[in-house]
């Protein structure tokens, strides 16, 4: 029970990347009734599978509100934990399970975290994959998750292998997001 609480205080004290607010999708029947544009939030339809909503250095959270803690193995319907502890663990053993799926993904996406990737890192991910005819997209876990959520809302089969990222870029939308939910922390409702 202690292990549970503390990992919650983690979770609310790490900081948290949203990546996927900004993303909709217009729906067919555009214009209805008055005229009025209608927009479809993706991460809200049940029909497109699973989405990451945020990342932080403890994990994931995906649109299912599931959390995911550590390095994960995502399908569009379906996750996994992902036995490896860094980029560095990356090899032909921990990327069998991709090879081994039926009917086998279009692209692998993998995120190795905020790492840099050298040529030869990717060059060895790549000629695994290509030997069971599967591309591979080696990125750092931020784009990864941006581009696991487009490939899947298309509708593609699309898989990705995740390594949480151990420090977080801050940018003024994070800061913002801060500084507003501190804010309504004070904030009382009139009854």
Not at 45 to 69: C, P, T
């Amino acid at each position: 029970m202690q292990s549970i609480l503390g990992l919650r205080s983690v979770l609310r004290s790490t900081s948290v990347r949203n990546i996927c607010t900004g993303l909709t999708r217009l729906s067919t029947a555009t214009y209805e009734g008055d005229g009025k544009t209608s927009v479809t939030i993706l991460n809200k339809e049940a029909d497109v599978g699973l989405l990451i909503n945020s990342y932080s250095q403890v994990g994931f959270r995906l649109s299912n509100d599931m959390v995911v803690l550590g390095p994960m193995a995502l399908f569009p319907r379906t996750v996994l934990s992902w036995n490896v502890e860094s980029h560095e663990d990356i090899n032909e053993q921990s990327l069998s399970l991709f090879a081994a799926l039926e009917p086998k993904v279009d692209i692998l996406i993998v995120g190795i975290g905020d790492h840099p990737m050298t040529p030869a890192f990717g060059k060895k991910v790549i000629s695994f994959m290509a030997k069971h005819k599967i591309n591979v997209e080696v990125l750092n876990t931020e784009q990864a998750c941006a581009t696991f959520n487009f490939l899947n809302a298309e509708g593609r089969v699309v898989a990705a292998a995740l390594i949480p990222p151990v420090t977080m870029r801050i940018n003024e939308d994070d800061m913002m997001r801060r500084q507003i939910s501190k804010s309504k922390t004070f904030e009382v409702e009139d009854y």
